[in-house]
């Protein structure tokens, strides 16, 4: 058993469970928390979990997790870990079944005042541009030739149909195309299972959201990205959809026997890996990034409709409500990266999941305009509460390879939610506050309330005093639609 008393606090808000605590750990476990978020995570069981992905062959430095941890499948949601090439792993538990679930936000240079009177008429014509739920179709269906060029190349086969700009790919991880996809790798159930749902939000935590920027903490920066107090700025949250689903369950499977091949020996079958630059590994990682090129491509399109949705509601009444891009970033993922481990520039394997990249200023992977300040980081609340936009540091490359955190994480179970919570109750009390819900279930409203979650703002002040993420500014919805 795991408790309170085998965890060591090394340093203000930093904690350790040192690898002698069982004899298959590789390296120690260690997790960013204040007191009452340490607490949290050892409600359930995300501790040990990380605790398991410390025995992953290949493993260096740390398994950590953020202080949104929580339990996830094989790998806690919150958890960063990094495996030395060639020998590391690579595991599907650690990028999780959402591939490339992440966060794109837009902003106006108009006044949440200005687009009041105009909310609902914008919140009813983006419910409709923007299908969700479980299984919405999108507005496009492709072909087989088509559904190769997304998952090839991602956002850039969204600027050549004409739904991007060069500006979006530059503010995109990765510019918006994670390299080495190859769709040979993804199953016909996959395809499937995605050919349709290109353009589409999806259901549970899934949302896109109208917003304030209540507080700007660096005028400067905030200023350098178009964020300005009191303006308008919508937040798109959503993955790779069914394909990724479907891709994460494929290999799961499969790997079930290739660890066993490669005589991996592991604590929970949910760890199921391969050597990365094993046949298997390699298989994995190109079907991963083809799920993760859909899912960029998938934030684009929403974002072409969230333009329309504006432009058909504020042509003619309001000027200058065009919605340009902060940035778009993934918090499931793996990948290829260079990072100081012991004083020597190694390549690793970084699995994130839930973790959202924070590189640092001076960053080659970042666009021209950026490089000197560091990566937009996109911290989603939960549906009634706030947002933050963060800036990558310099203590992020040094301690988490480049990792913060990613959202505010789950205390509480879908499940138990929909017990404690009627949607229908939750929807009124939230357009008391001024916050209209456009949802097309309640017990799916129920699942994502408020109190499912810890409280973004402390996991957010927890990190920003870590010096892993920096704070720039604050978003409050008015506006949230949901499947």
């Not at 016909?188 to 896109?208: M, S, V, Y």
Request: aromatic content about 6%; some cysteine.
């Amino acid at each position: 058993m795991l408790g309170r008393g085998h965890i060591e606090r090394v340093a203000e808000r930093v904690w350790e469970i040192p690898k002698t605590f069982r004899s298959d750990m590789r390296v120690p476990a260690r997790l960013y928390a204040d007191e009452d978020l340490l607490g949290a995570a050892l409600l359930d069981n995300s501790i040990v979990q990380l605790v398991n992905t410390a025995t992953l062959p290949g493993i260096v430095k740390y398994a950590i997790a953020m202080p949104d941890i929580h339990q996830g499948y094989g790998f806690p949601i919150g958890g960063v870990v990094a495996t030395r090439l060639p020998e590391g792993v690579i595991s599907p538990g650690g990028v999780g079944y959402d591939i490339n679930c992440g966060v794109r936000l837009l902003v106006s240079l108009v006044s949440v005042e200005e687009v009041l009177p105009y909310l609902e008429d914008i919140a009813s014509r983006l419910y409709s541009n923007c299908p969700s739920g479980v299984g919405a179709h999108g507005h496009l269906r492709l072909n087989n030739a088509e559904l190769d060029g997304v998952l090839h190349e991602g956002s850039c086969w969204m600027l050549d149909k004409g739904y991007a700009s060069r500006e979006d790919l530059d503010r995109t991880e990765e510019f918006g195309r994670i390299p080495g996809a190859d769709a040979a790798f993804v199953s016909d159930r996959a395809r499937e299972r995605g050919r349709g749902q290109l353009g589409t939000l999806g259901a549970g935590n899934h949302f896109i959201e109208v917003d304030r920027v209540a507080e700007v903490y660096d005028d400067a920066t905030a200023a350098r990205l178009r964020i300005y107090s009191g303006n308008i700025a919508v937040q798109i949250h959503c993955g790779s959809r069914g394909l990724g689903h479907q891709i994460c369950e494929d290999y799961v499977s499969r790997f079930q026997k290739t660890a066993q091949d490669y005589r991996i020996e592991l604590p929970d079958r949910e760890l199921v890996c391969a050597p990365f630059n094993s046949k298997e590994g390699q298989e994995y990682f190109c079907a991963m990034a083809c799920a993760a090129n859909f899912a960029f491509a998938n934030r684009q399109l929403l974002a072409h409709m969230i333009r329309q949705s504006f432009e058909e509601v504020l042509a003619g009444k309001i000027k200058d409500f065009d919605l340009r891009q902060v940035y778009d970033i993934a918090h499931n993922m793996a990948k290829v990266e260079e990072h100081n481990v012991g004083g020597c520039s190694v390549r690793v394997c970084v699995h994130r999941k839930g973790a959202t990249r924070a590189f640092g200023p001076g960053s080659s992977v970042l666009p021209d305009d950026l490089r000197d300040l560091g990566q937009p980081v996109l911290i989603p609340g939960s549906m009634g509460t706030a947002s933050y936009v963060l800036i990558g540091t310099k203590g992020a490359m040094e301690e988490t390879f480049g990792s913060t955190c990613h959202g505010a994480g789950r205390v509480m179970s879908r499940a138990r939610a929909k017990k404690m919570v009627r949607g229908t109750a939750l929807r009124d009390q939230l357009k008391s506050r001024g916050i209209l819900i456009c949802a097309g279930s309640m017990s799916g409203l129920a699942e994502e309330a408020p109190a499912a979650y810890k409280d973004v703002a402390q996991v957010v002040d927890v990190v920003h005093k870590l010096g892993i993420g920096r704070k720039i500014a604050r978003l409050e919805p008015v506006a949230v639609i949901k499947g």
